[in-house]
């Protein structure tokens, strides 16, 4: 058995894809990993690029193909065909480091079920780097999740889970984008044991302007996005009362992404139509789910917003707009 599995969702990457697989084909720990490249409909080269490698590094790479359906649907694809005892993902425009054979080595001596390491974010523009190191658990130790998950801020980039618990508890992902936190949270029920790796491994690229998380893309696939917040606030509601310290847990990145839908929503420029479907989202989260409301009502923007009536909209709206670098055309 492979010690790791790495899931690669690729879409028309062929400019990005080599840094990707060189930084693991080249690592001493190649032969412990399986690279399973999910090309999701690419109408580039990715495709022949990563058949290269996987004809070339067979025990390694693997090309799965599938039609265009979303980084969500890659993740899916990744946990059905991995066969390595821990799982992780890897955006084929990122990469690992240098410590990834040090992680590698570790997993290959521990047996828990959710795994963190840290990350650096690379600017694609500047080349600045920014290490990004997990907070709230000391290194080194195994702890039990329930016991430390309040004090965690976890992302994908530094987080591993144990294959046979995705693959056993069916965890599926929706198909969309900003199913980075249902990958993290659909787990987190049967996560027992939690062990932090102080190792340096994957290399985040951002300033890309294609990202998910722009706010063009943002506005695109709002409902993508609000479709996976009520996934989390459903999965809070299942959990608040048999698991109360891992339901907080849900609560706070639900709280996250509600912050970040009500500024998708503000991005736009402001209108009666806009500023209705504002106020229906808070409604809509306040019915769904009041916890979760509560503490997302307690942020500046939220409170000025309830207090007034919706009077400021206008107002907050072109504040909001010109702070993310989104200007109207007539001012």
Same mark, same amino acid.
């Given at each position: 058995m492979k010690t790791l599995s790495i899931s690669v969702a690729a879409y028309n990457m062929e400019k990005l894809i080599r840094q990707n697989l060189d930084s693991f084909v080249h690592?001493?720990?190649?032969?412990?990993?399986?690279?399973?490249?999910?090309?999701?409909?690419?109408?580039?080269?990715?495709?022949?690029?990563?058949?290269?490698?996987?004809?070339?590094?067979?025990?390694?790479?693997?090309?799965?193909?599938?039609?265009?359906?979303?980084?969500?649907?890659?993740?899916?694809?990744?946990?059905?065909?991995?066969?390595?005892?821990? %799982? =992780?993902?890897?955006?084929?425009?990122?990469?690992?480091?240098?410590? @990834?054979? !040090?992680?590698?080595?570790? /997993?290959?001596?521990?047996?828990?079920?959710?795994?963190?390491?840290?990350?650096?974010?690379?600017?694609?523009?500047?080349?600045?780097?920014?290490?990004?190191?997990?907070?709230?658990?000391?290194?080194?130790?195994?702890?039990?999740?329930?016991?430390?998950?309040?004090?965690?801020?976890?992302?994908?980039?530094?987080?591993? %889970? =144990?294959?046979?618990?995705?693959?056993?508890?069916?965890?599926?992902? @929706?198909? !969309?984008?900003?199913?980075? /936190?249902?990958?993290?949270?659909?787990?987190?029920?049967?996560?027992?044991?939690?062990?932090?790796?102080?190792?340096?491994?994957?290399?985040?690229?951002?300033?890309?302007?294609?990202?998910?998380?722009?706010?063009?893309s943002m506005q695109r696939n709002i409902a993508m996005h609000e479709a996976v917040l009520f996934s989390l606030t459903d999965l809070y509601e299942k959990l608040k009362t048999q698991n109360p310290r891992v339901a907080g847990y849900v609560c706070r990145k639900a709280v996250m992404m509600a912050g970040t839908q009500m500024g998708t929503l503000l991005s736009f420029a402001p209108s009666k139509a806009r500023k209705a479907d504002l106020f229906a989202f808070f409604e809509k989260l306040q019915q769904a789910c009041p916890d979760v409301y509560a503490r997302f009502k307690t942020f500046k923007t939220a409170r000025v917003l309830r207090l007034c009536g919706g009077v400021l909209y206008t107002l907050i709206s072109r504040m909001h707009r010109k702070k993310i670098g989104l200007v109207a055309s007539n001012g």
């Open positions: 690592s001493p720990v190649c032969a412990d990993v399986e690279v399973l490249v999910i090309n999701d409909g690419s109408k580039d080269s990715t495709a022949q690029i990563v058949q290269e490698y996987a004809e070339k590094y067979p025990d390694t790479v693997k090309l799965i193909n599938q039609p265009n359906a979303g980084p969500g649907s890659t993740v899916n694809r990744g946990m059905e065909h991995a066969t390595g005892k821990y %799982f =992780r993902m890897v955006d084929a425009d990122d990469w690992v480091g240098d410590g @990834f054979a !040090g992680y590698v080595n570790i /997993l290959k001596n521990i047996d828990v079920d959710m795994v963190l390491t840290n990350y650096t974010m690379v600017d694609d523009k500047t080349g600045e780097q920014r290490l990004c190191k997990v907070n709230g658990i000391a290194p080194g130790r195994v702890f039990d999740f329930a016991d430390v998950c309040e004090n965690l801020f976890l992302e994908m980039h530094s987080t591993t %889970f =144990r294959t046979e618990l995705l693959q056993q508890n069916q965890i599926h992902l @929706f198909n !969309g984008f900003y199913t980075d /936190l249902q990958y993290l949270l659909f787990p987190a029920p049967y996560v027992q044991t939690i062990y932090y790796a102080d190792c340096n491994v994957y290399m985040y690229r951002v300033s890309l302007s294609g990202q998910s998380m722009s706010a063009p």
